[in-house]
């Protein structure tokens, strides 16, 4: 067994063994609370530059396959577990995780006190951290925690052109086509545009830095911000773009980073949250109608909205459409007289829940409206 450590930057330390390949990696310490969809938060682009630990006992039970993944390889930089499966047992795995971990190259670390990690976390905060394993994992503690303090912050990060696709690529439509998505992958996860495809969308994929005039040459039906990683406040032509599309009055749908972009767009601020939401068990109530979804949730960043009333913006009035029912914070937001929303969270999750799907319909029924 090689050992490991894991350094985070207010200089606790947690000692383990290593998972996965060995060496050094460095990221936002955050944690997942999700029992079920590893493979998923793994290939999530918006973990990006994160050391995520999961709050799980067992990680691993099932493998890998080359179904599940939502991106084309393994996006964290770094993974915590308690107690790898020793054996991967489904008749859909391909490989195992720790195998998978190794090949591509991301550094682990399995601790037996990832709720100390977690019940830590949840009292300073998210902040920066490394692993270090195999030869690395000797150096002296003081030139770790040294490493760490110089690895850069989440805040003011742009990182969304880092994992965008780098060019154009189309989704068909499910049988026959109903609409014409643009969609600007921020750090789009795979099973977004295939819950489009699904309701007849031909979704066409753009990358992060796309112009309104790129997106409107389109002439889509609707437009689309996905989900992605960094600072909101880093990404102002993402911004910038989206205000072109809301000038043209196109119908917009927007999901996690997407939202807090729309909230930009409409002049509101953003902020990092304390240790952020991540996980598949966050409950989201629309004001509107009272509903509770369980929803799942990959963000550290939140748009600053007053929820009590609807508020103006540049493109007439809007409202905060649903609201976090752990800590308040805002989960959606719409224009009242034009067609735009988004929601912070993901209807789209593969691993689940599926609370929250009917949302990709509203999407549909804003785009037959102009019809």
Avoid at 224 to 238: L, Q, R, V
Wanted: hydrophobic share 40%; aromatic share 8%; net charge negative.
């Amino acid at each position: 067994m090689t050992p490991a450590t894991l350094v985070l930057e207010d200089g606790r330390i947690f000692r383990g063994a290593a998972y996965g390949a060995e060496g050094e990696t460095f990221g936002e310490m955050v944690f997942n609370t999700g029992m079920t969809g590893y493979q998923e938060t793994l290939t999530d682009p918006s973990y990006a530059r994160q050391i995520v630990a999961m709050t799980a006992p067992h990680i691993g039970n099932t493998g890998v396959n080359d179904d599940d993944p939502e991106s084309r390889r393994i996006q964290v930089a770094g993974y915590v577990v308690r107690e790898p499966a020793r054996v991967a047992s489904s008749w859909r795995a391909t490989g195992s995780l720790g195998s998978a971990l190794r090949e591509q190259g991301i550094v682990g670390i399995a601790i037996p006190g990832t709720r100390a990690l977690t019940r830590h976390l949840r009292d300073r905060g998210a902040m920066r951290a490394g692993i270090f394993s195999g030869a690395a994992a000797a150096a002296p503690e003081a030139e770790q925690l040294e490493k760490v303090l110089a690895s850069p912050s989440m805040e003011g990060a742009d990182l969304a052109r880092d994992v965008s696709t780098a060019e154009p690529y189309v989704i068909a439509a499910h049988g026959e086509k109903r609409f014409t998505v643009a969609a600007v992958d921020l750090g789009i996860k795979s099973m977004t545009p295939y819950r489009m495809a699904e309701r007849g969308c031909e979704v066409h994929v753009l990358p992060a830095t796309s112009t309104a005039e790129d997106i409107l040459a389109l002439d889509p039906d609707g437009v689309f911000f996905s989900n992605g990683p960094g600072d909101p406040a880093a990404a102002g032509y993402a911004v910038d773009a989206l205000r072109g599309v809301l000038d043209a009055g196109r119908p917009f749908f927007g999901i996690c980073f997407g939202n807090q972009i729309f909230g930009r767009a409409l002049g509101l601020g953003t902020y990092k949250l304390r240790f952020g939401h991540r996980g598949v068990n966050q409950p989201v109530q629309d004001r509107r109608t009272g509903r509770v979804d369980v929803s799942a949730h990959n963000h550290g960043f939140a748009v600053d909205a007053p929820v009590d009333a609807p508020f103006d913006t540049p493109y007439g009035r809007a409202e905060v459409t649903h609201v976090n029912l752990n800590d308040g914070c805002v989960e959606g937001l719409r224009l009242i007289d034009r067609p735009a929303f988004s929601v912070q969270y993901h209807p789209e999750a593969a691993a689940g829940p599926h609370d929250a799907t009917g949302l990709f319909d509203r999407f549909c029924e804003l785009m037959e409206g102009p019809r």
